[in-house]
Each structure stands twice: as structure tokens, then as C-alpha cells.
């Protein structure tokens, strides 16, 4: 059947696995995949093609897999169109044609029978095969119509002469688009205010934000201010751990939270536990604590080690108030106990597992004296259902149960957080950002091993920021595997993360529909695309949307091809709309009327220099001072830019009426950010028909470093620094108060 030579076959395996053949950068230019991107990337997939005769296996294999398989995996209805057919693959023999019978069912989410049907004989064999010799057939039949939103498995039996098989997938009926709320859909237009959590500084904290510090800014931003929003960097589990395992982006796992944020003082056995008090009341402990605060810049691991400590004399409180019975079958005996129960059982496997990791992780390192991967651990720990695994958990089970009690305690006061916003008034209140991917040798890694492609690493293709290309160090997710799962995981990782608030930002949103693979070892410019369902995904993100009430943003920037966008739309994504870049195609600055309604508008982000920094230069003087320009010529160059950027942005703010008075045209007459001048420019963006703006901290306050410096590591303050004024400052800074008097004229909370 395949006579091809190998480099076609290996074209045709790379075509059906969804790998790009080519694509065009930013700039333009045409790039080609290479036979050996497309190798690497096919054996990331787990996929055998070291030779020509298992490029043949393979492909064979891919023809006949939805036939040996019964059914393929995962089928989507949309709520309120023609429900269609879906086809079920049989072995049969034409004798058997007439025989043949199936029974299948419907079972919804929690178990529940939801239909059942028995058809046949006489069935119509839309298609036949023969296989190894074996016959085999397609039979079409009817999907239920008018079945409410969710997931369903379905299961089904043939049976007829000698046909006897069974074969299961997963139905999903989902919404036309994400969840908007009507009063978006009726023209209001609502903004908020964007923080970094760990950044904010307070009076009460341990040397890092928290959320009762949150809360403040919540009872300030919603009750007096008039903001819809707070946005918020994402809150994802993280190490902790000075310099590789701080950032928000590149967390130990996105299914869980950072116990970082937990404020020590709202947690009840705080002061229940005499041993708690007597701690809390020891001289080092409270210098410690004052030093993290007193400290310029976010000090994890100081900040961890304190808080763990007290947590931990927390935890032994909670047992031994809260439980009876002997490890490692505790018995709740309290409303406390059993709500926390109540948690761990919700929250099931994938918390039990994560709880295991984060026990084996700190008992590895402390057997081997050095940081470890789980990767190097000892075989039978590598795998999460082992039998060595499950007898970790029994014998740990008191320091499971504490990981387990961490996730509560956050889960518990991020909640109480988001009640606050209700009671505010805010209309969407928490908006969180959702992670691209998580550290491969995290928790979420080593959880989902057989959804990841290991052997490769996601990035970006060369551009004019990164000539050689992008390397994130994350491992894709693998459509193939991912989709064979039923989505499983891409479903738990928004539900989780969805459950927190009114808004989520999806980082990097055309990972929906393609990501750039880079196989391991390899220089990104040997990266090329890899292709998912974007179908089916996005199914998933309206569904999980409608049931959450949570609006969706989708983060569009950079290298997003047109036909991206032209999808996300109709999907009810909104679009992510950076002021910084939307200019004409001369390089003047779009008028406000330009922006798409659907969308989010915002001045700049955490990879991008504040106002501050933008108007003064900051970025360019620390990339000078860290040598990331080739010369100084390209530096000078970077500079004369800037100046003209100035000229457009004060040239657009004088055609909308917005240029302070006293404000010259010429940005050497304006060597400064004023506040008068940030206030214009935010007042531009709420002239935008965007559903929704955000103003960031750091730009009212006039903060000049931005959070993250892309390209570095350690030679800049990453994910570290604070802001200027703590809380208690914030909520009496006029600058607020004029800054949102402004927006309300335009933007009020209706």
C-alpha cells in the first residue's frame, strides 16, 4: 500500500500527526519543516519512525486505528444544532451482516443512566474493511438529540454470529460559545484594576502578598473606586525556590494553588495551638518575619521556610482536635474535619497524587542531600499508580494529609476572597491568568506523563525580539494522547481554575489550535507547528465557561494568524489588546475607536515595561546593562524608536482631546511620564468600545521596573519585586481616586 520513499512517508505520518509543513514568522519569512524536525517531533509523540518499515507500521496503524479501536474517542455535539450520527467500527463477516445488533448507553457525568438504545438487526454497514484478514464494518448511528450540557460516556456492545465487542468515547455537548454576560452583550463596559499579588506589600504580611491583602484591595477597588475587576497573575502552585521555580508561568502544577499566599493569621489553629502562640511569639521567628517584609524584594525562600514552619504546628493542632483514630485512617469528628473531608474527597485523585509528590519530592531531597528530579528517582516512584507509590502514601500519609491541608487552607481563603467581590458589587470580580504550561519535572509532570510529549519542548519561532527563536521549556501537551484521554486533564485544569473568579486569561491562547514544537536539543529555529482539535478544545472552553459563568480572554499577541482570531470570536473569546502595540499599518496609534468591542485593552503586561519605564527608557538602559543588545548601535536604534513612539502617543491622545494642558508634541519636551499624562492615557483606552479595560498598579504609582524581563533569569529582579507602597498607602493615594473618577465617566458601574 505505501511504496513511497522514506522522506514522503515521513511526510505523510508528520501530515496526519498534525505537524506544519511550514509556516511564516512575524516577519514574513518562510520557513520549511525539515525531515528531521518532523522525525524528532513524531517520536515525541511516541510515535516509531527510526526507518522506513515503521514509518510503514505506523501509518498502517493510523489507517485502521479508529477500526481496531471501535470508536474514536471523543465526539462533540453543540447545543441546539442537529445532532447527527457517530460510527461505531465492528469486526463482522458479511454472514453476519443481517445478525448484527448493538446495544449501546448514555451514562451522564455523575454515573447516572441517561438513555439507552437496542438497533438491529438489519443495520445498513456504511463501510467495510479488511484488516489482517479480518473483516470489519462501520455502522452510523443517530446521537440523542436536545441532551443538556456536559459529558457523557457512552458505551457499546455488538453482538451477531460471532461478533461479540465493546467499544466507549466520550460525548461532550457544549454551548456555541463561552459564557459573556448579558449586561456586556447590552453595551455596558466595565474596568478594573491588575496587580501582581506577591508584589503587594502590607503592614500585617510575611514579606509577600497574601490574600487578606487581596481582600483589602478588593474592599477598596470595588466599594470605592467603582471597579468590575481585579486581574491577577496566575495563582498557580509553585516551588517557591530562588532562581528557577518563582515565576507565575513555569509553576510545579496548574491545577492547584500557591500555598505562599495563605495568610498564616486567618487560619484558625493559628490561634488555638499554644505551641502555634509560642512560635509566633519567639524572638527569631518575629525578626524573621519582619526582615521578609522589611526585605525590597520577595524573599521565597525565607518567606517558605517561615510559613511552613507555623503551618506545620498548625497542622498538628487541626489533627488533634479535628480527628480520631490511627494514621493512616484518620476519622473526622468535627464540622472542621469533615468539611476539610469533604475537600479531599471533591477534589479526589489528582490532589492525592499531587499531596504524594509534593511528600516524595521533599523526602527525595532529603535522601539524596541535592535537588532532584522525579525523573532520577527510583523507577518505582516515577509512576504515580505504582504499588511502591501507594505504600509511600500509607506510610506518609500524616505529611500527605498536610500538602492535602495546605490546598485546603488556600482554597478556603481564596474562596472568602471571592465572596468578598460579591459583596462589593463587582460584577466580574477576580480575574485570573491562566499558565501556558507547567515545569515538566513539577507535580502536574509527573502526574500526567502519558498526556506530555517529554522529548520536546514549546516555544516561539524567531522574531524581531528573539532572532534565534524561543525556547519556554515547557512539554507540550500531545494532541494524540490528549485526545485518546478524552481531554481529561485540559478538562480538570479549567475547571480548577475557572472556579475562582468571574474572568480567566488564557496565556498564549493559539496553543487552542497550534503551538510551536521544538524537538529536545535542538535550536528553535528547528522548531516547526504542531496542530490540535481546535474543534473539540474549544467545545471544551465553552462548555466549562457557561458552567463556571466565567468570561474568557484569550492572549493573542504576537505571531497569531489572522484565521485564529476569526475563530476565537464567534467562540466568545474575548481578545487581549495591548496599547503599546495597536498601531496602524504607518505606525501611528489606532484610534479608540478601532478596538474590537470583544475584547480586553490594557497599557502594558508583566513582560513589558511599565509607563513609567516605557516613557523613560528603563528596559532599554538594563538590557544596555546587561549587554542583550548586540551593539550600540542597535541600542541607539531601540532608543530612536522609542522617541518616535512617544511623538504617536502624544499625537493620539491630542486628536481624542486627552494631551494634559502644558503637554508639548514633542517628547523631548516631555522627558517624564506625569500623572496627568498616565490619567490621558488610560482615559483613551476606556474610549475604546473593549468590554473591558484594566489599569495596572505599577503605571498609577509610577513604578519604573517592570515585573519580568523576558531573556533573563537571575540578572534581573524577576517575579520579585514589590510594589512602593504597601496596602494600607494604596487605599488613601488620590492618584486612585482620580484616576477611576475618570473611567466612571465613561465606564460606569451600572
Not at 504580611?205 to 486581574?231: C, H, P, Q, S, T
Not at 519567639?282 to 510559613?307: G, H, M, N, T
Request: glycine residues 8%; hydrophobic residues 40%; contains cysteine.
Amino acid at each position: 500500500m505505501y511504496d513511497q520513499s522514506e522522506s514522503d512517508l515521513l511526510r505523510m505520518l508528520a501530515d496526519r500527526a498534525g505537524i506544519g509543513a511550514d509556516y511564516y514568522d512575524i516577519a514574513g519569512t518562510h520557513h520549511v519543516t525539515t525531515d528531521e524536525s518532523r522525525r524528532a517531533i513524531l517520536g515525541a509523540m511516541n510515535l516509531r519512525v527510526s526507518n522506513r518499515a515503521e514509518l510503514i507500521a505506523e501509518l498502517e496503524a493510523w489507517d485502521n486505528r479508529w477500526w481496531l479501536r471501535g470508536c474514536e474517542p471523543v465526539h462533540v455535539l453543540r447545543l441546539g444544532r442537529e445532532a447527527g450520527t457517530w460510527s461505531l467500527y465492528v469486526p463482522c463477516e458479511s454472514s453476519d451482516d443481517s445478525l448484527l445488533s448493538i446495544k449501546w448507553s448514555l451514562c451522564a457525568e455523575n454515573g447516572a443512566p441517561q438513555c439507552e438504545r437496542a438497533e438491529g438487526p438489519g443495520l445498513k454497514v456504511e463501510e467495510t474493511r479488511m484488516i489482517q484478514g479480518r473483516r470489519f464494518v462501520r455502522i452510523a448511528l443517530a446521537c440523542p438529540q436536545d441532551l443538556p450540557l456536559g459529558y457523557y460516556s457512552v458505551t457499546a456492545h455488538a453482538t451477531g454470529g460471532d461478533t461479540n465487542t465493546e467499544a466507549m468515547f466520550r460525548l461532550i455537548v457544549a454551548p456555541d460559545r463561552c459564557y459573556i454576560p448579558d449586561e456586556l452583550q447590552q453595551g455596558v463596559r466595565w474596568w478594573g484594576v491588575a496587580l501582581q499579588l506577591y508584589s503587594l506589600r502590607s503592614h500585617h504580611n510575611w514579606g509577600v502578598g497574601d490574600f487578606r491583602d487581596l481582600g483589602a484591595v478588593i474592599e477598596w477597588a470595588g466599594k470605592r473606586l467603582g471597579a468590575a475587576v481585579i486581574g491577577l497573575n496566575p495563582l498557580h502552585a509553585l516551588k517557591n525556590a530562588k532562581p528557577y521555580h518563582m515565576s507565575p508561568y513555569s509553576p510545579t502544577s496548574r491545577l492547584f494553588l500557591n500555598d505562599l499566599y495563605i495568610d498564616v493569621t486567618q487560619v484558625p489553629e493559628c490561634w488555638t495551638g499554644p505551641d502555634v502562640q509560642r512560635r509566633l511569639a519567639d524572638p527569631s521567628v518575629r525578626s524573621r518575619i519582619d526582615a521578609a517584609r522589611r526585605c525590597e524584594f520577595v524573599d521565597y525562600d525565607a518567606v517558605r521556610l517561615v510559613k511552613r514552619e507555623v503551618l506545620e504546628l498548625c497542622y498538628q493542632v487541626f489533627v488533634r482536635d479535628n480527628f480520631e483514630g490511627v494514621e493512616p485512617e484518620l476519622r473526622p469528628m468535627t464540622d472542621r474535619g469533615r468539611h476539610f473531608q469533604h475537600f479531599t474527597e471533591r477534589e479526589g485523585k489528582s490532589l492525592v497524587y499531587y499531596a504524594v509528590f509534593q511528600a516524595l519530592e521533599e523526602e527525595r531531597q532529603s535522601a539524596q542531600q541535592a535537588s532532584s528530579v522525579w525523573e532520577d528517582w527510583p523507577e518505582s516512584y516515577r509512576t504515580p499508580t505504582s504499588e511502591a507509590v501507594e505504600e509511600f502514601r500509607r506510610q506518609r500519609m500524616s505529611r500527605v494529609r498536610f500538602f492535602q491541608y495546605l490546598q485546603w487552607l488556600a482554597a478556603d481563603q481564596l474562596l472568602a476572597v471571592v465572596k468578598k467581590t460579591h459583596e462589593a458589587g463587582m460584577p466580574i470580580g477576580l480575574y485570573h491568568d491562566f499558565a501556558l504550561g507547567s515545569d515538566r519535572d513539577g507535580a502536574d509532570g509527573w502526574l500526567n506523563q502519558e498526556v506530555l510529549a517529554f522529548q520536546a519542548d514549546c516555544g516561539a519561532p524567531p522574531d524581531a525580539f528573539a532572532p534565534e527563536g524561543q525556547n519556554w521549556g515547557f512539554s507540550p501537551l500531545d494532541p494524540l494522547r490528549l485526545r485518546a484521554s478524552g481531554y481529561q486533564y485540559f478538562i480538570q485544569l479549567l475547571r480548577n481554575n475557572l472556579r475562582y473568579g468571574g474572568a480567566i486569561r488564557i496565556d498564549h491562547v493559539m496553543a487552542l489550535f497550534r503551538l510551536f514544537w521544538i524537538p529536545r536539543g535542538l535550536p528553535p529555529a528547528m522548531g516547526t507547528y504542531v496542530h490540535y482539535r481546535d474543534d473539540e478544545l474549544l467545545a471544551i472552553l465553552a462548555l466549562e465557561s457557561v458552567r463556571a459563568k466565567a468570561l474568557v480572554i484569550g492572549e493573542d499577541l504576537g505571531t497569531v494568524p489572522d484565521w485564529v482570531r476569526d475563530r476565537l470570536g464567534p467562540a466568545g473569546v474575548l481578545s487581549y489588546r495591548v496599547f503599546y502595540f495597536e498601531r496602524e499599518h504607518w505606525g501611528g496609534w489606532k484610534p479608540p475607536t478601532q478596538y474590537p468591542a470583544q475584547a480586553l485593552a490594557v497599557v502594558t503586561t508583566h513582560d513589558l515595561p511599565t509607563l513609567v519605564g516605557y516613557w523613560e527608557g528603563v528596559d532599554i538602559d538594563t538590557r544596555s546593562t546587561l549587554g542583550l543588545f548586540p551593539s550600540e548601535d542597535a541600542r541607539n536604534a531601540i532608543w530612536g524608536e522609542r522617541h518616535r513612539e512617544k511623538a504617536g502617543i502624544l499625537t493620539a491622545l491630542k486628536s481624542q482631546g486627552l494631551l494634559p494642558a502644558g503637554i508639548s508634541e514633542d517628547p523631548a519636551q516631555v522627558p517624564i511620564m506625569t500623572t496627568e499624562l498616565m490619567e490621558g492615557i488610560h482615559q483613551y483606552l476606556a474610549r475604546t468600545p473593549a468590554w473591558m479595560v484594566l489599569a495596572n498598579i505599577d503605571d498609577v504609582i509610577g513604578t519604573r521596573v517592570q515585573a519580568n524581563l523576558p531573556g533573563t533569569v537571575d540578572q534581573h529582579p524577576n517575579w520579585c519585586r514589590k510594589l512602593t507602597l504597601p496596602v494600607e498607602e494604596l487605599t488613601q493615594d488620590s492618584r486612585f481616586e482620580r484616576l477611576a473618577a475618570l473611567l466612571r465617566l465613561t465606564r460606569p458601574l451600572v
